[in-house]
C-alpha cells in the first residue's frame, strides 16, 4: 500500500512539473485545441436539435457557460503569456468595468507586442467609460467640422445612436427608434445617429433606407467610441437638457423607458 501510495505522489508530482513547464506555446496549443473541439461539438449537437427550439436554446446556454468557464479559467492561470490574453479576448465582455480592471491590471510580462497592446486597448476602454458614466458629463468631439456639442447640452433631451449600416442589430433597433422620435420629438426631446467604422457611401445609402428623418454625424469613424469606451455597437445612450450622460446602453423595450421617464410622461 506504502509503495503504490508513494508511486501515485511521485506520478503527480511528474505531472504537476509537466504542468509548470510546459512553453507558453503548448499551453496555447492545448487552449486552441480546446476551443476548437468544444466549437465542433457544438455545431454537431445543435444541427442534431435544429427541430428542437427549446432543447436548442437550453443546450446553447449550458455550453455558453461551460465556454466561459473554461475560458475565465485558463485566464486566471495564464495571466502572464498570451493563452490569458487569448482567454481574455473570448471573455472580457462577461466581466462588468470593476471586475475588469482589476484582472487587467494583474496582467505581467512577459506579455509583449499585440498581446500587449490589446490589454492596454481595454485598459484605456474602461477608463474611457469611467470618464464618460452615467452621471458624467457629455465629452466633446469633432467630425469634418460638425461637433457633438452643436446638439448636445442646448437645453433637450437627446437620445444618441451609435450604429453602422453593416450592423445588423442596429438595423434592426431602428424600427424602435423611429417610434421613439415620432412619438417624442419637439421642444424638449430630439435624436442624433453617430455612423462610426463605416464606409461614408454606405452609411448614406443604409440612413435612406431606414427613412431617418433626425439629426446625424456621419463618418465619424472610431473618434467617439474611443472616447466613450464603446467596444460594440449599437449603443444608445441618452443624455439630459445640460449634456449630463442619463443612460448607457440602451435596447429595445428600454430605450422608450428611458426617454418616456426623463419627459415625465
Not at 504542468?19 to 455545431?43: D, G, H, I, P
Not at 455550453?63 to 485566464?75: G, M
Request: with cysteine.
Amino acid at each position: 500500500m506504502k509503495t503504490r501510495t508513494f508511486i501515485l505522489f511521485v506520478a503527480a508530482a511528474a505531472l504537476l512539473v509537466s504542468c509548470k513547464t510546459k512553453s507558453v506555446e503548448e499551453k496555447l496549443a492545448e487552449y486552441n485545441q480546446w476551443n476548437e473541439t468544444f466549437m465542433e461539438n457544438y455545431r454537431t449537437r445543435m444541427t442534431a436539435l435544429q427541430d428542437d427550439e427549446e432543447a436548442a436554446e437550453a443546450f446553447t446556454d449550458s455550453a455558453y457557460t461551460a465556454f466561459v468557464d473554461y475560458n475565465k479559467a485558463a485566464l486566471e492561470k495564464n495571466l502572464d503569456n498570451a493563452v490569458g490574453v487569448e482567454a481574455l479576448k473570448q471573455v472580457y465582455s462577461d466581466y462588468d468595468d470593476a471586475e475588469l480592471e482589476a484582472l487587467l491590471n494583474k496582467f505581467t510580462a512577459p506579455v509583449t507586442g499585440k498581446d500587449s497592446a490589446f490589454v492596454a486597448t481595454l485598459k484605456e476602454s474602461v477608463s474611457a467609460r469611467k470618464g464618460t458614466a452615467e452621471g458624467q458629463m457629455f465629452t466633446d468631439f469633432e467630425v469634418n467640422g460638425v461637433k457633438f456639442s452643436d446638439f448636445i447640452g442646448k437645453g433637450k433631451y437627446v437620445l444618441v445612436d451609435f450604429w453602422a449600416s453593416w450592423c445588423g442589430p442596429c438595423r434592426r433597433e431602428m424600427p424602435n427608434l423611429r417610434a421613439v422620435y415620432e412619438e417624442f420629438a419637439g421642444d424638449q426631446f430630439d435624436m442624433l445617429s453617430v455612423a462610426v467604422w463605416d464606409k461614408l457611401e454606405d452609411t448614406i445609402k443604409a440612413a435612406e433606407e431606414e427613412n431617418i428623418q433626425w439629426n446625424q454625424i456621419m463618418d465619424a469613424q472610431q473618434i467617439p467610441t474611443d472616447i466613450y469606451g464603446i467596444e460594440g455597437i449599437p449603443h444608445i445612450i441618452l443624455f439630459g437638457p445640460d449634456g449630463t450622460i442619463l443612460k448607457r446602453n440602451l435596447r429595445g423595450e428600454n430605450i422608450r423607458k428611458a426617454v418616456a421617464e426623463a419627459l415625465g410622461k
